[in-house]
């Protein structure tokens, strides 16, 4: 039972443009929702988050807008940069359960010259 | 650096051999998460500790898999009788009491079982 889903597994943008990683829910009991970066061989890099009171979050390049009712949250990124390229989770928590946090299976996104 | 510490980084080991993994929090944090990740998959809970109380297991924590965090600091997670099947990334994560939930992750132990 796949709580938190990424249906895209890649996404190939280029240097400057926007990348726009999706990510969809299915337990309206969460409350909480991050965004980690991966680099192979290294652990997951905290991103940014959203709470379910706000529908937007901005820090600097990054924004992540969630839709509720939609069960879905997106992470922009602009201007994507090479840097950017890695494989990007979704996760998503509630409050009453050790905020344990539940993860996508990733998009791993290219950042192209 | 102040970031959460993992020890090793890499395991090699040969079936039903034990193997112990060590996690470091970053120090203000009193709560620890065990995930693991296998290939294409994102990291799963695995188990939860605030301070020295372990207070929540996944169902994915067999009892061959055991963890404790003595005196609320650094903890540790011990498989044993490895099996195949325990081939993983063994991730650590630490959460403050400041943040929601913002969890940092360790850089992970890869294990291996031959």
């Known amino acids: 039972d796949q709580q938190v889903k990424q249906n895209s597994p890649s996404l190939s943008v280029q240097e400057g443009r926007i990348s726009i990683l999706n990510c969809d829910y299915t337990?309206?009991?969460?409350?909480?929702f991050l965004w980690y970066k991966k680099y192979p061989a290294e652990g997951p890099t905290f991103l940014i988050s959203i709470s379910s009171i706000k529908d937007k979050n901005e820090d600097g390049r990054f924004t992540v807008f969630l839709n509720k009712s939609a069960k879905h949250l997106s992470l922009h990124i602009v201007p994507s940069q090479p840097g950017d390229s890695a494989v990007y989770f979704c996760a998503a928590s509630w409050s009453g359960t050790a905020s344990k946090l539940t993860f996508g299976t990733g998009t791993r996104l290219q950042v192209t010259l | 650096d102040t970031g959460v510490s993992q020890d090793p980084r890499h395991k090699i080991t040969k079936r039903g051999q034990n193997v112990t993994f060590r996690c470091d929090p970053i120090s203000e944090h009193n709560r620890l998460y065990w995930y693991r990740q296998t290939l294409g998959q994102g990291p799963e809970f695995l188990t939860y500790?605030?301070?020295?109380?372990?207070?929540?297991k996944s169902r994915l924590l067999s009892d061959r898999f055991s963890a404790e965090r003595p005196k609320g600091s650094f903890s540790t997670l011990e498989i044993q009788r490895t099996e195949q099947g325990d081939s993983a990334m063994y991730l650590c994560a630490s959460r403050g009491t400041v943040s929601y939930n913002e969890q940092f992750f360790g850089p992970g132990t890869r294990l291996t079982v031959l």
């Open positions: 337990n309206s009991m969460f409350d909480y």
């Open positions: 500790f605030q301070n020295e109380a372990q207070l929540e």
